[in-house]
Nanobody, 123 residues
Framework: QVQLVESGGGLLQAGGSLRLSCTAS????????MGWFRQTPGKEREFVAG????????NYADSVKGRLTISRDHAKNTVNLQMNSLKPEDTAVYYC????????????????WGQGTQVTVSS
C-alpha cells in the first residue's frame, strides 16, 4: 500500500510559476510509474503528465506540453510538477497517482491516489 501526499498548491496570477510535490510512503516508490491528474468541478479527472520508473521517459497532455515538467527523486521518494506560464484554465485540484505501466493516462489505470492540492490561477 502506497500513501501519496501532495503539496505546493496555491493562488497565483496568470503567467506565474508553481512547483507541486508528491511524497510517497509505505511502498516501493521506484517500482511505480507516477502521474499527475487534475480535476475541476463537474468534470472528470484529466491526465496531465506521467513519468517512468527510471525517470527516463515522460508523457504529457497536449494542453500542458512545453509549460509543465514532471520529474522524480528516488532518494526523497518524491515526484514533482514544475508549472510555468500558468493560465486561468490550469485552475484545478491536482492529484498525484501511481500506476504499474508507463503510458497509462486513464484514471482506472492508476492504483494509488493522493488527496489533491488546489491550484488557482487568476487572470
Amino acid at each position: 500500500q502506497v500513501q501519496l501526499v501532495e503539496s505546493g498548491g496555491g493562488l497565483l496570477q496568470a503567467g506565474g510559476s508553481l512547483r507541486l510535490s508528491c511524497t510517497a510512503s509505505g511502498g516501493t516508490f521506484s517500482r511505480y510509474v507516477m502521474g499527475w491528474f487534475r480535476q475541476t468541478p463537474g468534470k472528470e479527472r484529466e491526465f496531465v503528465a506521467g513519468i517512468s520508473w527510471s525517470g527516463g521517459r515522460t508523457n504529457y497532455a497536449d494542453s500542458v506540453k512545453g509549460r509543465l515538467t514532471i520529474s522524480r527523486d528516488h532518494a526523497k521518494n518524491t515526484v514533482n510538477l514544475q508549472m510555468n506560464s500558468l493560465k486561468p484554465e490550469d485552475t484545478a485540484v491536482y492529484y498525484c497517482a501511481a500506476a504499474d505501466l508507463f503510458g497509462a493516462t486513464k484514471e482506472y489505470q492508476f492504483k494509488y491516489w493522493g488527496q489533491g492540492t488546489q491550484v488557482t490561477v487568476s487572470s
